[in-house]
């Protein structure tokens, strides 16, 4: 089989829960530009029929099912009305999930409205799409987890969204080791920063995105597109043999203690291109 061929998602339907927005919208994007038939799902019809429109343009085949992943009803009329269109499920991406501002805190304050909103958003509902995906998927499939680098580290002012992440982590290797018999394979996504219309509003002054840009080792906060490849990948046969395991997507972060003051001492000697030359 070419290389071409092992990414190829032509003859699948992919299920991108919150698969019009933000990371979601790229990983929609890589799995229509693979091939596939592509489900997306979120609770605004606005950007659901925006991202079906741009998709549809890469000449998907898309389905946008408006849910909300809090109800277990609408997770059953996704998977019934993706059945109804394409007739199988190969692929879902448990994308879905957010800390909005008004719910995150630091752990002495936080309230027990704001931890189930995020839990059960990040944590619970997460888990049983799964479960409802596994169920639909006959003859096997793929799960994908987006979880965070917040789940491997402390998370001052968001430790209950860093918990529910690392339970996803974890939930993530017992689904690959009940489900594999199953031929269902399931594996998760840990992104670092990555610049999208909501963190925008809070990631907005130069400042503000120079630090960030300066944990980074490769140089650059991430992008929507640069999560959706490996999403698409871990989907196709290529990933045939992966399951259980947890893939970090973030330029090279966390960085050891010293490491800014590091790069700022190259960047003001020599410069990071003279430093490359020299190797
Ligand atoms: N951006 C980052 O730096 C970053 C880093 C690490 C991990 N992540 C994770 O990556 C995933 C995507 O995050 P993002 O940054 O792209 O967030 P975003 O731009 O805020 O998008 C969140 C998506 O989830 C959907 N969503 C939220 N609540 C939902 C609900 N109750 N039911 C159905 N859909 C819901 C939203 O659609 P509607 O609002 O239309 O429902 C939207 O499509 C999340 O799991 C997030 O935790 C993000």
Known sequence: ????????????????????????????????????????????????????????AEGAQVLAVQADLTRSDDTARVIEQALARFGRIDGWVNNAGSARAEDVGALIDIREDQWDRVVDLNLKWTFFAAQAA????????????????????????TGHYGAAKAGVENLTL????????LGIRVNAVAPGVVMTDELATTLNTEARIRHQTELVPLQRIGQPDDVGPLCACLVSDAAAWTSGAVIAVHGGSPVPMGYVS????????????????QE
């Not at 020599?270 to 030359?277: C, L, S």
Request: proline share 2%; with cysteine.
């Open 174 to 181: 017992t689904m690959a080791a009940e489900w594999g018999h």
């Open 134 to 157: 596994a169920r639909a998927m006959k003859g096997g499939g793929a799960i994908v987890n987006i979880t965070s680098r917040s789940a491997s580290h402390a998370n001052p002012r």
């Open 1 to 56: 089989m070419s290389a071409a061929g092992m990414f190829s998602l032509a003859g699948k339907t992919v299920v991108v829960t919150g698969g019009a927005k933000g990371i979601g919208f790229g990983i929609s994007l890589a799995m229509a530009r693979c091939g596939a038939q592509v489900v997306i799902t979120g609770r605004s019809a606005d950007a659901l029929g925006h991202a079906q429109s741009q998709l549809e």
């Open 262 to 277: 590091y790069m700022r001492q190259v960047n003001r000697h020599i410069g990071p291109m003279d430093a490359q030359r």
